[in-house]
């Protein structure tokens, strides 16, 4: 027989009992900017029932978590200290439910990974391709978008991991301190063209590059605002014939059957379409620096297995990638 030591036998502490899910949803809601009416619809419940509950939860918690104005209703202070928590803990529970078919079939929980759709497709998917090929009944959910969107859901606890730049303008103080920041490699703007560009030898300025046309991740991207502001910095205007994708392969297959054509990527991109489109690398100066790619999680994420198995991979294939070209 297995003793458990007392820390494990724990009661659960009195306030966390008299604590219920919609009352957290609450504080969840608010903090998404809802107020109390379209709270009483997402509950299907009546509006004075919600105003009973967030008394109900303030009295539980001691303290006020909503101020009402004129304008609706917003988090006080002390509601805004506790939202990520509550958002943490009701994406687990969420995730629980998502994953009780998986736990009575014997399988695990789904790995949640986020990354910017460039790297998704050009450093993450044959890590992945091969955990699932080791893992029997793995499960992985790729979620992609840009840096802010996805650290907002590390923080949320809707993503396990993301790999990807550290926007720590997009994070208060605190959030940066919760974040685990492990860098994998420097990153820069990587310029690429067709096999059949002609002209475009040696070191180029930017001043070489405006008068063609490019192709370009969209306009929310870090490529394209910090692509602009060297751009504004350096006199030069915005290029024309710009076409925005957010499609790694749509991007190469335009630029290899568009000669004269300019493509402006992050460097795991462009070494992506180098190797897959037979594209070539630009050497431009000044050189543009883009933040450090990454893998960030939060500091209070228990160990896992299976995510320290997949994430192995991932630093395997930086090295191949880097190495070959």
């Given at each position: 027989?297995?003793?458990s ?48 509950m967030a ?103 809707e993503l ?90 749509a991007?190469?297959t ?16 462009g ?31 228990p ?13 395997t ?9």
């Open positions: 027989m297995v003793k030591s007392t820390s494990e036998l724990r009661q659960f502490p009195s306030l966390l009992r008299g604590l219920r899910l919609p009352q957290l949803q609450l504080v969840r809601m608010a903090g998404a900017g809802a107020n109390f009416r379209q709270m009483a619809d997402a509950l299907h419940v009546t509006q004075p029932a919600i105003t009973k008394r109900e939860l303030e009295r539980t918690l001691g303290a006020p978590l909503f101020e009402r104005g004129a304008t609706g209703v917003r988090l006080s202070s002390f509601g805004r200290a506790v939202l990520s928590q509550v958002q943490r803990s009701l994406a687990h529970l969420e995730q629980l439910v998502d994953d009780l078919p998986s736990h009575r079939e014997g399988s695990g929980a789904a790995l949640r990974i986020g990354s910017p759709s460039f790297t998704a497709a050009a450093l993450l998917a044959r890590p992945v391709a091969q955990w699932l090929g080791c893992t029997p009944a793995g499960r992985v959910i790729m979620s992609d978008g840009v840096s802010a969107q996805l650290l907002s859901m590390l923080h949320a606890g396990d991991v993301v790999i990807g730049s550290l926007d720590d303008g997009s994070c208060s103080d605190d959030e940066l301190q919760q974040l685990r920041f492990e860098s994998l490699y420097e990153d820069a703007i990587t310029f690429v063209t067709g096999a059949d560009t002609p002209g475009l030898e040696g070191p180029l300025d930017l001043a070489d590059l405006c008068r063609l046309p490019w192709v370009l991740p969209p306009r929310n991207s870090l490529v394209w605002m910090t692509l602009r502001r060297e751009l504004t910095l350096h006199g030069h205007g915005l290029p024309h014939g710009v076409v925005e994708a957010s499609s790694i392969p991007i190469g335009i630029l290899h059957h568009a000669a004269g054509t300019v493509g402006a990527l992050r460097a795991d991109a070494r992506y379409l180098i190797h897959h489109h037979g594209l070539r690398m630009l050497e431009v100066v000044p050189s543009m620096s883009l933040p450090r790619v990454g893998i960030m999680r939060l500091r209070s994420a160990p896992e297995a299976s995510l320290d198995a997949l994430l192995a991979m991932v630093r294939e930086v090295l191949r990638m880097f190495r070959s070209h």
